[in-house]
C-alpha cells in the first residue's frame, strides 16, 4: 500500500542533453512568483506547464462546500500544470506560491511551435510528460482504494 505522503515525480531535467536543455530554453520564460501569489486558479483555462526552480509551490483543491483543501506541496525540480496543457481543459486545482519561487513556464503556443520545430526532441518531452501523468495518476488510484467502500 502506499504510504499517505505522496512524491509527486520530477521531470527529470537532468536526463536531458545540454542541447536539448538549450532547445526548452528557446521556448520557455523564467518567472517569479511571490510568496502567496497565485500561479494559476482552478478553472481558469490558461494552457502552460511550469517547472519549479526555486520555492514551494501549493496546489489547493476546492471540496464540495466550496472550501480549499490542500493537495501537496512541490518544491524544485516538480512540474504542475501539465494537464491542462496536454488536453485543453480547465486547472483541476489551484498553485500558490508558499514561499516565493522561481518558475520555468512552457505556454502552449510556445510547447506547440517546439513540436514543429523540434519533433524528436517534441517526442522525447511529451514521453517524459506522459510517464509523469501515469505516475500521478497511479499514485492516486493508490490513495483512492482506502477511501472506496469495501
Known sequence: MLSREHRFSSLRLDELSGAELDKLARFARVCRAKAGSVVFEEGAR???LCLIVDGEIELRKEDGSGAARML?????????????????EPR???AVAVKG?????????????????????GMKFLRRL???VS????????RLVDHLPA
Open 72 to 88: 501537496t506541496t512541490l518544491g524544485p525540480g516538480k512540474l504542475l500544470g501539465e494537464m491542462a496543457l496536454l488536453d485543453g
Open 130 to 132: 506522459a510517464r509523469l
Open 46 to 48: 490558461d494552457p502552460y
Open 101 to 121: 519561487a522561481t518558475l520555468v513556464i512552457v505556454t502552449q503556443a510556445d510547447f506547440d511551435r517546439l513540436l514543429e520545430e523540434f519533433p524528436g526532441f
Open 92 to 94: 483541476s486545482a489551484s
Open 135 to 142: 505516475e500521478r495518476l497511479r499514485d492516486t488510484a493508490g
